[in-house]
């Protein structure tokens, strides 16, 4: 298969440690938290068409965010804003990542990064529960 027949396209979550620092990239609606003092934190932003910045510089580009049943996708299709790949609608989405960076201290126990799929079905007591099990 030529690399020019592939339309599909992923989102992209990578975590750098360097010394006391963390550094996340993200692109695409994967997700990133960080459990600290048994409290669960954001710690990236998700990229969804649903999201106003994200509306707004799609909308920038000439894109239009179509709602339907309640869902906000690009070009009445896709969801997320940024990605690697989608060529059909790199005119209106991005792959550049959102940078994070966090100071370790020693209160932070852990970082779970996970998939839209994940989360969708991860409840807020499932992740307590499992602070407790793994603190």
């Not at 690399?3 to 010394?19: E, P, Q």
């Not at 100071?103 to 970082?111: H, Y």
């Amino acid at each position: 298969m030529e690399s020019g027949d592939i339309n599909g396209g992923s989102t992209a979550l990578c975590a750098i440690f360097r010394g006391t620092r963390l550094y996340l990239a993200n692109a695409g609606d994967s997700k990133a938290v960080l459990i600290s003092k048994n409290e669960v934190k954001d710690i990236t932003r998700e990229h969804r068409a649903s999201n106003e910045e994200e509306k707004l510089r799609v909308e920038s580009q000439g894109g239009v965010i179509i709602v339907h049943k309640s869902r906000s996708l690009v070009q009445g299709s896709l969801e997320i804003t940024r990605s690697l790949g989608d060529k059909k609608y790199k005119k209106y989405i991005s792959c550049e990542p959102d940078i994070f960076e966090h100071e370790i201290t020693s209160d932070d126990q852990m970082i779970i990064m996970a998939t839209d799929g994940f989360w969708e079905v991860t409840t807020p007591k499932f992740v307590r529960l499992l602070i407790k099990f793994v603190f």
